[in-house]
């Protein structure tokens, strides 16, 4: 699997922005997906998960309610919606693609990472 994520940009605080990745050479339907940040100096960490089938997704607990993950399985197309955005969203932003078709946390579980998409949010 190729993945290519999109959608990163400069962003004042309380605006919004919508992350894309794009899985190709083969499909992703049975995978669960994640969406992982990193900050400068910090470690990688999952911000949030979906499963196969699509529903009742995890967030880590500083994105509740503010993003969105999607994914659509027909597109082999993943999605984050970002809203109300504040400045320690700063980070590179990774889509990966599980060995499992269920939602998993851990970062070993990812066997498939996109590029990274930087996101800036300036106060």
């Known amino acids: 699997v190729q993945l290519q994520a999109s959608g990163g940009g400069l962003v004042q605080a309380g605006g919004s922005l919508r992350l894309s990745c794009a899985a190709s050479?083969?499909?992703?339907?049975?995978?669960?997906l994640g969406w992982f940040r990193q900050a400068p100096g910090k470690e990688r960490e999952l911000v949030a998960a979906?499963?196969?089938?699509?529903?009742?997704?995890y967030y880590a607990d500083s994105v509740k309610g503010r993003f969105t993950i999607s994914r659509d399985n027909a597109k082999n197309t993943l999605s984050l919606q970002m809203n109300s955005l504040e400045p320690e969203d700063t980070a590179v932003y990774y889509c990966?693609?599980?060995?499992?078709?269920?939602?998993?946390?851990?970062?070993?579980?990812?066997?498939?990472w996109g590029q990274g998409t930087q996101v800036t949010v300036s106060s």
């Open positions: 979906i499963g196969w089938r699509g529903g009742s997704p």
């Open positions: 050479k083969r499909t992703i339907s049975n995978n669960g």
């Open positions: 990966a693609v599980s060995r499992f078709s269920t939602i998993t946390s851990r970062r070993e579980d990812y066997a498939y």
